[in-house]
């Protein structure tokens, strides 16, 4: 018996007659290397993948497998070579190459060809920061435009606003490079409680529900650039039927995911330091009722990245330590945060809680309504289980289609929450101080701990004595 092309695992855990249906394989089911088992697309080899992505006379793809191959397509060549074949392929099917091309041919086939180009430029930006997919870009809709007078003005505005959306993310890169210069300047080892260095959150914004907006701002203008792509590039292998090349590791485009995540970590540990600094106990507990107070609002927001984070800031142990200062506190409120963002049963509350924020947000009226800001490094480690959990390929050398339907329904999810617009007015005080003023490093932490509040074992001790 020859063999026949696999299912993937859980294809056949949901489908009694699976092993029957790999035997008595239909034909309508294998169209052309790929396999579809009831309409939907299961796997197939590279080669028909990349054809089924270019339109024809009579076909366009279907959006959302646009969307998932030029997601997953990453994990097994350059985005620059898929466009060099996916130009060959519409030039040499459409014979767009003969000069004698009559206009006809072309009003038929150039809609969707500039189509196809659109979504890709518009989704998939970042792959066009490399010269050789411009180069490829640009003679595709020159052969078009060339052939057709009307394809002109289409032809200029995909153009335009790729260069646009090009230059606002190199624009962004500039100031998250100078917000980090300024910051990192700023971090001298603190000897001791630096009172004359800074002024501290509350003065700076008094209003809890005025700072939890400020750091929504932050986070969705954070989110809005991470793009999709990166949460694939993060995982690019060595494609084991590609001995030859290693995929590209090397120039491993993940920067503004990267920018987000340590965003996550600057909070906490602003979050921290705000706490750390007072010398009186008084103080530290009003500072950390405020934060409360902003967590609170970032919770009923929909903003659960930075909500984390506070908590987190919370959570470190120069923060739980001072027991006196705690002691002050009202932590009621504290505790029913704490519980929905308990890590539990694979943080069981939390999710509930996003799939709340995303029904608000999928019927929403207004654009307060639609923010969905989810803690993001939950968001990394589920979309990394699941490519880790099965194969990229099949036994037969099929590209597991399915498992790449898997991440792009998660991706693209991410996709709606990073588009909403901030509802709220930006204040360039708050914003400045919270995205440059100078935090403390671990040590720091300890050593403006243990001041206020004095070692109370052998452990701390010693580690008061080392940071001395």
């Not at 503004?256 to 010398?279: D, G």
């Not at 027991?323 to 029913?336: G, L, M, S, Y």
């Not at 694979?346 to 639609?370: C, D, I, V």
């Amino acid at each position: 018996q020859h063999r026949m092309p696999q299912t993937s695992p859980f294809a056949a855990m949901f489908d009694s007659r699976g092993y029957t249906r790999n035997l008595y394989q239909s034909k309508e089911d294998n169209c052309g290397g790929l396999y579809y088992h009831d309409n939907n697309l299961l796997s197939g080899s590279l080669e028909a993948l990349i054809q089924h992505l270019v339109p024809n006379v009579d076909y366009y793809p279907d959006r959302t497998y646009i969307f998932t191959f030029l997601l997953s397509s990453r994990l097994f060549m350059h985005p620059y070579e898929l466009m060099a074949k996916v130009c060959y392929l519409c030039i040499e099917q459409q014979r767009l190459s003969e000069p004698g091309l009559d206009k006809n041919q072309i009003q038929k086939i150039a809609p969707k060809i500039l189509q196809l180009l659109t979504e890709w430029t518009e989704t998939f930006p970042y792959d066009f920061r490399d010269e050789r997919m411009m180069k490829n870009l640009k003679e595709l809709v020159q052969r078009i435009a060339s052939g057709d007078e009307t394809y002109r003005k289409n032809v200029q505005q995909l153009h335009q606003n790729l260069i646009r959306k090009l230059t606002t993310v190199s624009q962004y890169e500039e100031v998250l490079a100078k917000i980090n210069a300024t910051s990192t300047d700023c971090i001298t080892v603190l000897k001791t409680k630096p009172q004359s260095i800074q002024r501290d959150i509350i003065t700076v914004c008094n209003d809890p529900y005025a700072l939890a907006e400020q750091l929504t701002h932050i986070e969705l203008e954070r989110l809005n650039y991470i793009g999709p792509e990166e949460f694939i590039q993060a995982f690019v292998q060595k494609d084991p039927l590609d001995n030859d090349k290693s995929c590209y590791r090397d120039q491993k485009k993940t920067g503004n995911l990267e920018a987000y995540v340590e965003w996550f970590n600057r909070l906490s540990y602003l979050v921290a330091t705000e706490i750390c600094m007072p010398v009186k106990k008084k103080h530290r507990a009003r500072v950390i009722e405020y934060f409360i107070d902003v967590a609170r609002e970032c919770f009923n927001i929909g903003n659960f990245n930075s909500l984390m984070a506070i908590i987190s800031g919370m959570n470190m142990s120069p923060v739980s330590r001072l027991k006196k200062t705690w002691a002050k506190v009202k932590t009621d409120k504290f505790d029913i945060l704490e519980h929905q963002m308990d890590p539990s049963g694979n943080f069981y509350n939390y999710r509930t809680a996003l799939r709340g924020a995303a029904q608000r947000s999928s019927t929403a009226h207004s654009n307060r309504e639609r923010i969905v800001i989810p803690f993001f490094s939950l968001l990394i480690k589920d979309i990394y289980f699941l490519n880790e959990s099965c194969a990229n390929r099949l036994p037969n050398g099929h590209v597991n289609f399915e498992k790449f339907c898997e991440l792009a329904k998660q991706v693209s999810e991410f996709m709606m929450w990073k588009q909403v617009e901030c509802p709220f007015e930006s204040d360039r005080k708050i914003l400045q101080y919270l995205l440059t003023v100078p935090v403390f490093s671990e040590d720091a932490l300890y050593l403006a701990s243990y001041e206020s509040e004095s070692p109370e074992n052998q452990v701390e001790k010693n580690r008061w004595k080392t940071l001395r």
